[in-house]
């Protein structure tokens, strides 16, 4: 499982960022000696980095850059302030993204989910996924059901693989059109639907019916 550790001077967003990432499976760490930021760093080796920018002692640049000596791992800033000038010096220090306060839990997440999913990607194992009949060859881009099978657009398909990987939890709407976001320069609310729609239809041509259930308000779900 995926180690995320997280640093920021905040104790109330702190832990409501540990409890959140906690409940989607990841093991995460939040510094308490923020005057030794690296040595908790080394022990805990993460596969992430959350970092705030400004924290006592040092600030999360100082940080980035003494973590980049050492690991090319994803870092992503938080930040009250997300100018252009910070957003500059954050990618320049070697950060990967970065994310305003105030944020949604459910993006923070998300844009989790897709810097993991970037840097180590999630191997061979999960190429094939299968739920209710249907099975997603992520490979190839088809879902099939018996003898049928159909073909899915690039966002039918992150869409469903998102989904799948996450059957039995109601997926929120901003974390999928934060996983278009990765291949779409605009994505928004009537897009993600119209999404789900088409998707939905080819599901059906493959002969799987109610498949993706909608959460009114919330997102969408695969029961397990």
Same mark, same amino acid.
């Given at each position: 499982?995926?180690r995320?550790?997280?640093?920021e001077d905040?104790?109330v967003?702190?832990? %409501?960022?540990?409890?959140?990432l906690?409940s989607?499976? +990841?093991?995460?760490?939040? =510094?308490? &000696?923020l005057d030794q930021?690296? @040595?908790?760093f080394a022990?805990?080796?993460?596969?992430?980095v959350?970092?705030?920018?400004?924290l006592?002692?040092?600030?999360g640049y100082?940080?980035?850059t003494q973590?980049?000596?050492?690991?090319?791992?994803p870092?992503?800033f938080?930040?009250?302030?997300a100018?252009?000038?910070?957003?500059?010096m954050?990618?320049?220090m070697?950060?990967?993204d970065l994310?305003a306060?105030?944020f949604?839990l459910?993006v923070?997440? %998300?844009k989790?989910?897709?810097?993991?999913r970037?840097? +180590?990607?999630?191997g061979? =194992?999960? &190429?094939?996924?299968?739920?209710? @009949?249907?099975?997603?060859?992520?490979?190839?881009?088809?879902?099939?059901?018996?003898?049928?099978r159909?073909e899915?657009?690039?966002n039918e398909?992150?869409?469903l693989?998102?989904?799948?990987?996450h059957?039995?939890?109601?997926v929120?709407?901003?974390?999928?059109m934060?996983?278009l976001?990765?291949?779409?320069?605009?994505v928004?609310?009537?897009?993600l639907?119209?999404n789900?729609?088409?998707?939905?239809r080819?599901? %059906?041509?493959?002969?799987?019916c109610d498949l993706?259930?909608?959460r009114?308000?919330?997102?969408y779900?695969?029961e397990g």
């Open positions: 499982m995926y995320i550790f997280v640093v905040d104790a967003i702190a832990g %409501a960022v540990c409890r959140h906690e989607w499976g +990841y093991t995460v760490a939040c =510094a308490r &000696r930021v690296m @040595g908790e022990a805990f080796d993460p596969h992430l959350i970092l705030d920018i400004s006592p002692f040092f600030n100082h940080w980035c973590m980049r000596k050492v690991s090319r791992l870092i992503l938080l930040t009250s302030a100018d252009s000038a910070n957003i500059v954050a990618m320049q070697g950060g990967d994310l306060k105030p949604a459910t923070l997440a %998300a989790v989910q897709a810097m993991l970037r840097a +180590y990607d999630f061979p =194992a999960n &190429r094939l996924l299968e739920c209710g @009949g249907a099975v997603l060859d992520v490979d190839s881009g088809t879902v099939s059901a018996g003898t049928l159909v899915l657009s690039k398909l992150r869409i693989q998102m989904l799948l990987e059957r039995g939890q109601v929120p709407r901003e974390a999928l934060t996983r976001w990765e291949s779409d320069s605009f928004d609310e009537n897009t639907t119209v789900v729609t088409r998707l939905r080819k599901l %059906a041509e493959a002969g799987v993706i259930h909608t009114k308000g919330v997102g779900l695969v």
